[in-house]
């Protein structure tokens, strides 16, 4: 896979605002999209996730957008909390073939 | 309920050694994944089990990896002669049914350091 290093590309958000993460996926073959939440010293958490016969899915304060035209995938946090900082990764599989994660990004909440 | 646990949470290994690594899936989860999580870098699939069938191990980087799970519930991750590429963290998730495309529980991870 690609190298990532050791700098996650940041988004920083002010408290209470809104935060969109956005993901390009590699494979046009795929049809599960995931996103997941890691904190420092844990595992991931699932988030949300997105089958190809959908566009657009929501859960609990997040939503989820997917452009299967232009392999795009976004992750939307609505009124931003300091709980939500945190590296956030998106993936995908194919039909019945593993998950392969994405790069990263690191959520960074402003007071 | 209990999540994904896995031990030890740390090992420093000189290189050379050999390592295990054990995780224990949630209570009944047939599906139990390995990764690999290379720092500031996604995880990456090492392999999978349905119950105590590896049916995929296409992502062992060589066969000085290797994995088991014998009764289809812990499992345990080997490393044989470690070498310093192999320092990463090294992460368990396991899902309930059988198949690649549900929701995966992640343990904490095994951080291991090669010297």
């Known amino acids: 896979g690609e190298s990532v290093g050791l700098h996650l590309p940041t988004l920083s958000v002010q408290e209470g605002d809104n935060s969109i993460i956005n993901c390009a996926y590699s494979?046009?073959?795929?049809?599960?999209f995931i996103w997941y939440k890691q904190e420092s010293g844990k595992g991931p958490q699932f988030i949300i996730d997105i089958r190809s016969n959908m566009d657009k899915r929501q859960g609990q304060r997040v939503t989820v957008l997917l452009n299967k035209t232009v392999k795009h995938l976004s992750l939307q946090i609505a009124a931003t909390q300091p709980g939500d900082s945190a590296v956030y990764f998106c993936?995908?599989?194919?039909?019945?073939?593993?998950?392969?994660f994405g790069k990263g990004t690191r959520l960074h909440i402003l007071p | 309920g209990a999540g994904v646990s896995q031990s030890p949470r740390y090992k420093v290994a000189k290189r050379g050694q050999d390592v295990a690594l054990r995780c224990d899936p949630i209570?009944?989860?047939?599906?139990l994944f390995w990764y690999q999580q290379a720092l500031g870098q996604g995880p990456e699939f090492l392999t999978y089990?349905?119950?105590?069938?590896?049916?995929?191990k296409s992502g062992l980087p060589s066969d000085r990896f290797f994995a088991e799970r014998p009764e289809g519930s812990v499992s345990t991750l080997k490393i044989q002669r470690t070498q310093q590429e192999d320092s990463a963290v090294y992460l368990c998730a396991s899902s309930d049914r059988g198949r690649y495309q549900e929701t995966q529980y992640f343990g904490p991870g095994t951080r291991l350091l090669v010297l």
């Open positions: 993936a995908e599989s194919k039909p019945d073939d593993k998950i392969i």
């Open positions: 089990f349905q119950n105590e069938a590896q049916l995929d």
């Open positions: 209570s009944g989860h047939v599906s």
């Open positions: 494979n046009s073959a795929s049809d599960y």
